[in-house]
């Protein structure tokens, strides 16, 4: 019942700070807004056409249906998606708060706080890792599916939910990690056409021209952080448990997809950060290892919630759009 409590009471917290957008109004919550006026005047037709995903038309649906405040109805979305990470940091059982610290000061301002639909697909994606993990294969399998009904990008997370861990299974994901950087890198077009067919987001990202290519920054601090937590878990590989092995062999993946898209800004960081969320687990994880592993993650967890902390607020600030 304690549990219930502090979960319930940190998603309400959470729902309360995203729905008022207390730091100023963040980049894309106008858009969701609007959707929202558009299914109170237009009702079911207002979802044919959208570029938002079924899932989250249909959940916006039913609370449009009940609340008339738009802040209420976001805060609620918000409140949920919040409520299933702490949910999932606390099956893990280790390292709860470390997790929740990393994940507020990291994720929530761009996730919950203004891309709400990939925050609740990184939300079901997480909890799936974690039930995945304590055998519950089915179920794992219904959360990710149903967290690609509320943004198709966490679709590319559902083979690394059922991936084995040995040391083949590491060695044959650098060999396709290498093949995939090669491939986009130089086959690009192919993979857009088809993924532009798939999904209607897509093609939104296509017609903006993916974010341009002008003044990309080749050697982004935030990655190299990221790559130096991996490179020591790697080191550590045989202290690690099975959730934070996949987690490592996902991010090897991601680090591919960004160095392949990075003249399409747009697409590599938001492939990106659908990998880089697992890591609120792995850290959570961590302290169910060995001491040196443990220090390792709070210098990483330290660095970079002081690193997004300044990029979402002062540097590229998030928030304040009017």
């Not at 558009?38 to 938002?52: A, H, M, V, Y």
């Not at 949920?80 to 606390?90: G, M, N, P």
């Not at 202290?239 to 392949?260: D, R, V």
């Amino acid at each position: 019942m304690q549990t219930v409590l502090l979960i319930t009471s940190l998603g309400v917290i959470a729902g309360l700070i995203s729905g008022n957008q207390v730091f100023g109004i963040g980049r894309d919550y106008q858009a969701y807004t609007d959707f929202f006026e558009r299914i109170k005047d237009f009702g079911w037709e207002s979802l044919i056409g959208e570029r938002f995903e079924i899932g989250f038309g249909f959940s916006s649906f039913l609370l449009v249906s009940i609340f008339s405040s738009e802040i209420v109805i976001y805060g609620i979305l918000s409140a949920v998606s919040f409520i299933i990470k702490v949910y999932a940091l606390r099956i893990i059982g280790c390292g709860f708060w470390i997790g929740i610290f990393f994940y507020l000061t990291r994720f929530f301002p761009l996730y919950e706080m203004s891309q709400l639909r990939v925050a609740l697909g990184a939300s079901l994606v997480m909890l799936s890792f974690v039930l995945e993990d304590r055998g519950s294969r089915k179920l794992a399998l219904l959360m990710i599916c149903a967290g690609i009904t509320f943004h198709w990008v966490v679709i590319i997370l559902l083979p690394f939910v059922f991936l084995d861990t040995n040391k083949r299974t590491l060695l044959s994901v650098f060999v396709l990690t290498l093949g995939l950087l090669a491939t986009l890198k130089l086959f690009p077009s192919t993979y857009f056409s088809n993924a532009a067919q798939l999904f209607r987001t897509f093609q939104y990202y296509e017609i903006m021209g993916f974010g341009g290519a002008d003044n990309i920054n080749y050697f982004p601090v935030a990655i190299f952080l990221d790559l130096a937590i991996v490179i020591g878990g790697l080191y550590f590989w045989r202290f690690t448990s099975a959730i934070m092995k996949k987690i490592l062999i996902a991010q090897i993946f991601s680090f591919a997809i960004f160095y392949a898209l990075i003249e399409f800004p747009i697409l590599a960081w938001r492939f990106h950060d659908i990998f880089a969320v697992l890591m609120t687990l792995y850290v959570s994880a961590a302290f169910g290892c060995c001491r040196t592993l443990r220090r390792s993650v709070v210098v990483y967890v330290v660095l970079s919630s002081a690193l997004y902390t300044y990029m979402a607020f002062v540097k590229d600030p998030l928030f304040g759009i009017t």
